[in-house]
């Protein structure tokens, strides 16, 4: 059974760091592409960042490019999501998911983290 | 990037009714388009892909189609379980775009 467990969600001063990590289990984690996806409170889904396979390849959402980087380790099945500069408007749950491929769509979600930006 | 405007953006029905969800797509995405389930406090659930394929273990009074710009999400007869929000996502590229969702409601 795929499962994805995100962790690290938090309350953070705005112009701060927070480093969101994903579990996977139940599939071969080095085989696919991984993604975030975040939802503000009460609004719609929004991806975030996908990266390739073997790490070499990543795109983002222009709002969040300069900011925030998406990294894995396929030795420890983990995904990653390195959170700087943080705004008033990142705040929102923050899903792991895995795509069928790299432009592709959604398969298995996780059940979320929550971070909010707040002074 | 390419938007996504999904309408309505809120639906009042009732058990048994047919239901459908547009989703329009700022330029041509061939059938590169999904739908997805939320609920509150959920997860999204992936229930159509390629525009009309179904998941597995979604019923199958759940149907996509369309092609290019339009696509639409029927729902033939609406079941209790259905009331939750519905998105739908284009995958023509690299960057994804979610449409804005559409509340299923009970009327």
């Known amino acids: 059974e795929v499962q994805l467990v995100e962790s690290g969600g938090g309350l953070v001063q705005p112009g701060g760091s927070l480093r969101l990590s994903c579990a996977a289990s139940?599939?071969?984690?080095?085989?696919?592409?991984m993604s975030w996806v975040r939802q503000a409170p009460g609004k719609g889904l929004e991806w975030v960042a996908n990266?390739?396979?073997?790490?070499?390849?990543?795109y983002y959402v222009d709002s969040v490019k300069g900011r925030f980087t998406i990294s894995r380790d396929n030795a420890k099945n983990s995904l990653y999501l390195q959170m700087n500069s943080l705004r008033a408007e990142d705040t929102a749950v923050y899903y792991c998911?895995?795509?069928?491929?790299?432009?592709?769509?959604?398969?298995?979600w996780g059940q979320g983290t929550l971070v909010t930006v707040s002074s | 990037d390419i938007q996504m405007t999904q309408s309505p953006s809120t639906l009042s029905a009732s058990v048994g009714d047919r239901v459908t969800i547009t989703c329009r797509a700022s330029?041509?995405?061939?059938?590169?388009l999904a739908w997805y389930q939320q609920k509150p406090g959920k997860a999204p659930k992936l229930l159509i892909y390629?525009?009309?394929s179904l998941e597995s273990g979604v019923p199958s009074r759940f149907s996509g189609s369309g092609s290019g710009t339009e696509f639409t999400l029927t729902i033939s007869s609406l079941q209790p379980d259905d009331f939750a929000t519905y998105y739908c996502?284009?995958?023509?590229?690299?960057?994804?775009?979610f449409g804005g969702g559409t509340k299923v409601e009970i009327k």
């Open positions: 139940g599939f071969t984690f080095s085989s696919y592409w």
């Open positions: 998911a895995r795509p069928c491929g790299g432009d592709c769509y959604l398969s298995y």
């Open positions: 996502q284009q995958y023509n590229s690299y960057s994804l775009t």
């Open positions: 990266i390739k396979q073997d790490g070499s390849e990543k």
């Open positions: 330029q041509s995405i061939s059938s590169w």
């Open positions: 390629k525009a009309s």
